[in-house]
């Protein structure tokens, strides 16, 4: 029997662990070829769709960003009939137009991580994909994403670059203006590889960020500390208009 439809996947990030407005709720957490994901995901309705919600770091937030299996994550995802991915990313904002609170649907990517696996061809004799990645994110799920917000009267920042750093620290200054030189206009942890093996597995695949804090140096007081008591408040302030968006989608 085949798995009943999903119509969105929804992998939270930093501060979203859970999405209440789920209903009629039912966990599942597949095993996959590449391992388990980071906990179990949570399917049920909202605003009349199917919607799976998984935490990425682990619903008690557990797993720094280079120790996620991205993955076993989206296998499990798409093993339960999802075929649409909306990754929601808390990030650093490293221009104007992405302040705290914000929240952007970015339309490009720079990848600055290393040492995490980033590819489903890994396995002696599997098939060496060279996928096609010159526009990132998939351009009709980041039109829906687009349309939701503004049938929701949320307010969505359309465009952007994400840059993806290792992490678990946060960057210095001098890392921030190089990231800004490059064209990055936001900053996470873990927008890569999620993004390319989305790609290589086949899924749609579109990120909303939303915008904890100034990254290091880039806010109006050069001399600000990011403490994760400001991103976490910041999230919860940027995340009101979620459940009406996801529904939307
Ligand atoms: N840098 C990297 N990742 C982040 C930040 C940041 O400033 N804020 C939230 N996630």
């Given at each position: 029997m085949s798995a009943p439809a999903i119509d969105l996947a929804v992998i939270g990030g930093t501060g979203l662990y859970r999405l209440a407005e789920l209903q009629d709720v039912q966990s599942q957490q597949p095993e996959t070829r590449y391992g388990a994901p980071s906990g179990p995901i949570r399917v049920g309705t909202l605003g009349g769709r199917r919607i799976a919600f998984l935490a990425r770091h682990g619903e008690g937030h557990s797993l720094p960003p280079h120790q996620i299996n991205y993955r076993a994550n989206l296998a499990a995802l798409q093993a339960i009939g999802a075929r649409r991915v909306l990754a929601l990313n808390t990030v650093g904002g490293i221009t104007e137009r992405f302040g705290p609170r914000v929240l952007a649907c970015p339309d490009q990517l720079i990848d600055y991580t290393w040492g995490r696996i980033s590819t489903i061809c890994e396995e002696p004799g599997s098939e060496v994909l060279h996928v096609d990645f010159g526009e990132p994110y998939t351009r009709s799920l980041r039109a829906a994403v687009l349309a939701a917000a503004a049938q929701a009267s949320v307010a969505l920042v359309d465009g952007g670059c994400y840059g993806a750093t290792q992490g678990p620290r946060l960057?210095?200054?001098?890392?921030?203006?190089?990231?800004?030189?490059?064209?990055?206009?936001?900053?996470g942890m873990t927008g890569m590889p999620e993004a390319g093996l989305a790609r290589e597995l086949g899924l749609d695949y579109a990120c909303l960020a939303i915008v904890a804090n100034w990254a290091a140096g880039a806010g109006p007081d050069p001399d600000e500390v990011i403490t994760l008591q400001d991103v976490l408040d910041n999230v919860a302030a940027a995340s009101a208009g979620l459940p009406a968006l996801l529904g939307a989608v």
């Open positions: 960057e210095t200054r001098a890392e921030i203006l190089r990231m800004r030189r490059d064209g990055c206009d936001l900053v």
